[in-house]
């Protein structure tokens, strides 16, 4: 079992930079594919980013690409999502989840934070 908690949503004018971090616990966090989510209301979950679990492969959604870095600290059972030049459509629920596995693009994931709101505005 892997147990995530999701911090660091805020609220963010257009442009500027929040930085989201999700700490795992109950399992080695290296054993995972980690990645990052986001949902709004009366949308289906939509990805964002993913990180293998050596940190050697990242994957983002286009939408995100350039502007987000997703990164990860084993040491620590933390991954982060740095998010930058964020805009309103940037607005939604993040959500940290993780599979034990090494295929980063796509496929199920395991395991879900609870989320953190993350508010732009214009």
């Known amino acids: 079992q892997v147990q995530l908690v999701e911090s660091g949503g805020g609220l963010v004018q257009a442009g500027g930079s929040l930085r989201l971090s999700c700490v795992a616990s109950?399992?080695?966090?290296?054993?995972?594919?980690m990645g990052w989510f986001r949902q709004g209301p009366g949308k289906e979950r939509e990805f964002v980013a993913a990180i293998s679990r050596s940190a050697g492969r990242t994957y983002y959604a286009d939408s995100v690409k350039g502007r987000f870095t997703i990164s990860r600290d084993n040491a620590k059972n933390t991954v982060y999502l740095q998010m930058n030049s964020l805009k309103s459509e940037d607005t939604d629920v993040y959500y940290c989840?993780?599979?034990?596995?090494?295929?980063?693009?796509?496929?199920?994931?395991?395991?879900w934070g609870q989320g953190t709101q993350v508010t732009v505005s214009s």
């Open positions: 109950g399992r080695t966090l290296s054993f995972y594919t």
């Open positions: 989840a993780s599979k034990y596995s090494d295929i980063i693009y796509g496929g199920p994931y395991d395991y």
